[in-house]
């Protein structure tokens, strides 16, 4: 089988285990089926996310002009507490940021092999947590908009990481910890325009992921390096392909990539 397509991330679905989709254009991957089959990836060229010209990628699946011209990438998405359309003030495309900033997000704690506190919309959960590769995750607070979850995530990860060790996470070096305690003990560096919407419930989210067999030395494929790589596929977790040889690929780091993948 050969499939060949513009790599966008991983879409998920909430099951025991998660199950994984790598969508093409009129075509669709299911990841899972493929576990304990040979996969042959080969990069073909680029397609920015933005322009779609073949171009080399820079970041977040977009050239270098649309990095820095683009909304989708501007600095208020990776550091929710600069977004400003609450403000009525625009930043790259007011109306891309009223749509995006100005509805209910989620300031959460997830655990991946370390308990991090991060922020995502409310219509991400639990694809966050799953993106993540966290195997237990709980709600800190929900809030209206983008801005207030950034000035919560600022002040909890001064008591807290907001990091992901993406090697102890595909190592599964996971130790369960208590959660609502946790949430508890941050609850006092709450800013104060965030406390009312605290969320009391013990509700905590546990994921399993399709993971044959973890590796104990995990090493990145990076396509411009490697063009071509060939691999038994032994998982997947997070956003990342494990592999028999300890490769693991990140999809979501190699967005805007066409590839070409062949099934033994």
Known sequence: ??????????ESE???????YLLFDGDFLNMNQLLNKTLTIELVGYQCLNCGKNKPILRQGFCKSCFFEAPQAADWVIHPELSTAHLDKEDRDLDYEKKVQLQPHIVYLANS???KVGVTRKSQIPTRW????AHEAIEILEVPNRY?????EVSLKSHVSDKTNWRTMLRNQIVDVDLVEWRERLKPYIPDE???YYIASNKETNLEFPVLEYPKNPHALNLDKTPTYTGKLMGIKGQYLIFEDQTVFNVRGSEGYVVSIKIA
């Open 1 to 10: 089988m050969h499939y060949q397509g513009v790599l966008t991330k991983m």
């Open 14 to 20: 909430y099951a025991s285990p998660v199950q994984y």
């Open 113 to 115: 092999g370390n308990v």
């Open 130 to 133: 799953i993106d993540q590769g």
């Open 148 to 152: 207030l979850a950034g000035i919560a």
């Open 194 to 196: 965030a406390r009312a």
